[in-house]
């Protein structure tokens, strides 16, 4: 199996640090689609959404996803990326695709140590515990529609890649 392998999660699931550490364990590539959006447009989410407004975002998401996609790469994906069906369908057809599956409490604890203002505009306004459980109720059945593998992601990086390995050996045999 070389097929590119696809995180999906929320905002603060692990996409970025997990997909490294996994990448590393399987020598395997590493692509970011929101790094790669930030390299692309020198500019942050925030003012992308500022001059193209969500869905100019959303549109140049689904143009990373292509761009990055590639065999033997771990792809972390940003934590919209499951909005769009062509975005599921084309993870799903194109490789295998991993739900981090993060608590929202933990979530919380993890993005408010961490909360890079600027880079992530809060899609409500609203506090951040409260906007997390909100846009998770929404995002979780979509997470768990593209995955073919949910994935307990409230532990070590290394546990959760050694957790990883295990699903793909298993869905192999
Ligand atoms: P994502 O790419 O899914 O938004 P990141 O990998 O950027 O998430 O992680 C978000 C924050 O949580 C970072 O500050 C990171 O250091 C921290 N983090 C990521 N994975 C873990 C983990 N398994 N345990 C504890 N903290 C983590
Ligand atoms: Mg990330």
Redesign the pocket.
């Known amino acids: 199996m070389n097929q590119p392998i696809y995180?999906v999660?929320?905002?603060?699931?692990?996409?970025?640090?997990?997909?490294?550490a996994l990448a590393r364990a399987l020598a395997y590539g590493f692509a970011?689609t929101?790094r790669w959006l930030l390299e692309q447009t020198q500019m942050t989410v925030a003012q992308v959404v500022e001059q193209e407004g969500w869905a100019g975002f959303r549109a140049r998401e689904s143009q990373a996803l292509h761009a990055v996609s590639a065999p033997a790469t771990v792809v972390?994906t940003g934590?919209g990326m499951v909005l769009r069906e062509e975005n599921r369908e084309f993870m799903r057809q194109h490789g295998v695709v991993i739900y981090?599956n993060?608590p929202v409490d933990?979530l919380a604890q993890?993005?408010e140590?961490?909360p890079?203002e600027g880079q992530?505009p809060t899609l409500t306004g609203k506090p951040m515990t409260e906007e997390i459980a909100e846009v998770l109720a929404v995002r979780d059945a979509l997470y768990r529609e593209c995955a073919h593998h949910v994935i307990d992601?409230?532990?070590?990086?290394a546990?959760?890649v050694t957790r990883i390995i295990a699903a793909l050996q298993l869905a192999r045999a």
Do not use: Q, S, W, Y
């Open positions: 995180l999660g929320a905002r603060g699931c692990g996409k970025t640090t997990t997909g490294e970011d929101d972390a934590g981090l993060v933990v993890r993005l140590a961490f890079e992530r992601a409230a532990d070590t990086p546990n959760i």
